[in-house]
């Protein structure tokens, strides 16, 4: 009876450590071989995205031992206790990693926070674009999913980014410091490293923007937070 429940939870917990290792390497396979990610290189998004070698070989230290390990679950079926362990591992390490994303956006915030000119949106006038505007519930189930994770194109969620994003540029006589993948956003969290976070707001400024046949300019001065 005990050995059956143990094959049943680890069968269980192997279906969902071959969807976690799935989506892992979906992401590789579209942001480092499809090139489908467009912010290589754009401190604010972290040392993972620092350049596209950094990123495969980090990806591939930790996808191939996983791959490994979840081969050694079938292996270890003769012996369920063993089986179940190393099921388990994976799946507490696919928990955790939900929560690696977060702990690293909260470490380039803070940075963001003290240098003005270097990871935090220059202050300035910047533009927003129609074409530039982009909605959470526009993307595919897997992409959602993914965010998850801290993946894809939309890392974090809605909770992150709020029904809209726009991707800003700056006006001609702002200096941008050499930052580009620059966003204006929703969502509940305090604010992200790439982006200023106004809320709600981001649902008026998308009618208006969708409304409007010119850019509109958005000021971004830190004058009462200094």
């Known amino acids: 009876m005990i050995k059956k429940a143990l094959l049943t939870a680890t069968f269980l917990l192997s279906l969902w450590n071959i969807f976690y290792i799935g989506i892992l ?16 290189g754009y401190p604010q998004w972290g040392k993972l995205y620092s350049s596209p070698r950094f990123f495969v070989m980090v990806n591939g230290l ?3 031992p996983l791959i490994f390990a979840q081969t050694a679950v079938y292996f270890l079926r003769r012996n369920p206790v063993k089986a179940v362990i190393v099921a388990s591992f994976i799946s507490v390490l696919s928990f955790l990693n939900l929560y690696v994303p977060e702990y690293t956006r909260q470490s380039y915030f803070t940075t ?28 595919s189930f897997l992409s959602k999913i993914k965010g998850w994770w801290g993946r894809g194109d939309w890392p974090g969620g809605y909770a992150l980014w709020g029904d809209y994003r726009i991707w800003i540029t700056p006006a ?3 200096d941008d410091y050499g930052r580009r993948g620059l966003v204006i956003h929703g969502g509940t969290k305090d604010g992200t490293p790439w982006g200023i976070n106004i809320g709600d707001e981001t649902i008026d ?5 969708r409304q409007s046949r010119e850019p509109l300019e958005i000021e971004v001065n830190y004058s009462e937070t200094r």
């Open 172 to 174: 001609p006589e702002t």
């Open 205 to 209: 400024v998308a009618i208006n923007l």
């Open 25 to 40: 390497i979906d992401s590789l396979t579209e942001e480092y071989f499809f090139d489908k990610f467009f912010h290589w």
């Open 112 to 139: 963001a926070q003290r240098l003005y000119g270097d990871s935090r949106i220059p202050e300035g006038i910047w533009l927003m674009y129609p074409y530039n505007l982009e909605r959470f519930e526009d993307q």
């Open 62 to 64: 930790y996808i191939i």
